[in-house]
Structure formats: C-alpha cells, structure tokens
C-alpha cells in the first residue's frame, strides 16, 4: 500500500505535468471503486477547469481546480497515477481517465480497486480540515506534531507505541513500513506501550519520523509491490530498509537478532537488543 511517502513522490512528480492544465474530457470505465465513482460531479465539477495546484494531506491528492472545486484521490492499496499520450490504448483496470488540453491523459490504475476519487464543491483547506479531514491528525511535518503533543495524548493509553503512532488521529501517514523504521532509528520497542513513553523519547521518535520519511521521499519512496511514479519509476528505499522484512538477520546497529511479532494485526520488525 502507498504510504506517506509514495504519495508525496507521485505529487511532485505530477505537478510539473498537470499544474495549468485544462481537462477536456473523461473516462470512466464503469466499474465501482472504493467508494462510488462521483460521475455526474466528475461531469458538472471538473471537465472544462484547469488544475491550479496540486497539494497532499495524509494519503490524499488534492487537485484544486479554477471553479475552487477539489478533487481529490486516494490510491488505496494498489492505485497508480500516471500520464500517457491519450491516443495511447487503455490498459487493463484503467478505470479513469482525464484528458488534458496537451493531448495527454491523467490514468487512475487499480488492480485491488481500493482506491478512491472524491469531489469537493470546495477546495478551501480551512473548510476540507472541517469536512473531509475532521478526524485526522497533523502531518508529520506539521509544527503541531512535537514531542508535547505525542506525551501529552499518550497519558493513560493502553496501547503499543507502534500501533499510536500508526493511528491516523494521532498523526496521519506513518504507515506500516516507515513505523517499524523510525521506531528502530528511535531504540524504541514497538510493543512498549504509549504511556510509558517519556518527554525525551518521543523527542527522538518525532525525529527519526522526520527523517524516515525525508529520506524515502528523497528515495522515491518504497516499491514492495507494484508502487510507481508518474514517470512510471519504481521507488529504491526498500534497499535501505534496516528492520523492514528483516526477520532472523543481524542488527545492522548491535548485532542482535531482529524479531518480527504480529502487533495490531500488522507484522512489526524490531531489534531484540538495541530496541527498548
């Protein structure tokens, strides 16, 4: 599943290409994502603007349009986003497409059809943090996520450290991979619960989120299975995975063995020594 890190990669990717572009028309293949396909505000709310900006929240990719509609997508578990010549065929699970003014197609891909396309009449970011994004918390490079606030919400939290820095209301876009990553990069174990965590911890694990996900950002993200850029590259920080799918092998810090134990349904890779 795209992460934090796959989204910002295929936004800045994108926007180069997609910033100042008119879409003329659509295509909709008819079958069902996520959620239902908004195809009558897809209609009336997108085809004939021009795509202003291009900006990320959580997981989400927002197109701001020049009639201040939004729309905006999610990739869920298999979604890809590129852009192809329109004369170009469709491929298969296609399932959207937008043409643009320069004779190119914006293609929504999804195998697993877990992803989404959403419209909002407005693309104002105070009113989408009140409506769309109520429940979540700041993004990890937010001045609002600071080691106060993660101590100040983790008191009385019977809840493993992973698993609430992994709770989209805490902080949105720690997936799964980049967890295990900056719990390592903290020395904290993932099992430890929350309230145990204090001021000084949480200062180094604001950090190594900080600079887990800057770095594979910088890497063009983690390419597991089937992640790709607009240009259609595969991400490389996967090689720079030190936990990550690392059951049995050697601390690449310590020298201890690195463990893996399923926490909140989700395997979660920690080192026996060096982690506490």
């Known amino acids: 599943m795209p992460e934090l ?15 100042g572009r008119t879409i003329t028309s659509f295509f ?7 959620n239902p396909v908004p195809v009558q505000l897809l209609d009336n709310l997108v085809t004939g603007t021009t ?3 291009l900006e990320r929240r959580a997981k989400y990719l927002l197109f701001h349009l020049d009639n201040d509609a939004c729309m905006l997508i999610h990739l869920g578990m298999t979604g890809q986003l590129t852009i192809a010549p329109h004369q170009r065929g469709l491929q298969k699970h296609d399932h959207l497409a937008w043409e643009m003014d320069n004779g190119t197609d914006l293609r929504f ?11 909002s009449d407005s693309g104002d970011m105070k009113t989408l943090e009140k409506t769309f994004f109520q429940t979540c918390g700041p993004e990890p490079f937010a001045p609002a ?18 698993n609430f820095i992994m709770d989209n209301r805490i902080v949105v876009g720690v997936g799964n991979i980049y ?3 900056s719990l390592f990069m903290a020395r904290i174990n993932p099992t430890v619960n929350a309230s145990r965590i204090g001021l000084k911890r949480w200062q180094r694990l604001v950090e190594a989120i900080r600079s887990v996900l800057t770095h594979a950002i910088e890497c063009g993200g983690s390419t597991i299975n089937d992640f790709i850029d607009a240009q259609g590259n595969s ?8 936990v990550y799918g690392k059951t049995g092998d050697t601390c690449p810090r310590c020298g201890k063995q690195i463990r893996v134990e399923k926490i ?12 506490k």
Do not use: H, M
């Open 5 to 19: 890190p796959e989204v910002e990669v295929l936004r800045q990717g994108l926007l180069p290409l997609v910033t």
């Open 51 to 53: 795509i202003e900006r």
């Open 179 to 181: 967890a295990n990553e």
């Open 28 to 34: 909709w293949n008819g079958k069902a994502l996520r």
């Open 235 to 242: 991400g490389y920080f996967q090689i720079n995975f030190k």
């Open 109 to 119: 891909n999804d195998v697993r059809r877990f992803g989404s396309v959403s419209i």
């Open 264 to 275: 909140g349904g989700r395997a979660t890779f920690y080192c026996v020594g060096c982690q």
């Open 145 to 162: 996520f600071t080691a106060d606030y993660l101590y100040s919400l983790s008191r009385n939290r019977r809840v493993a450290v992973k």
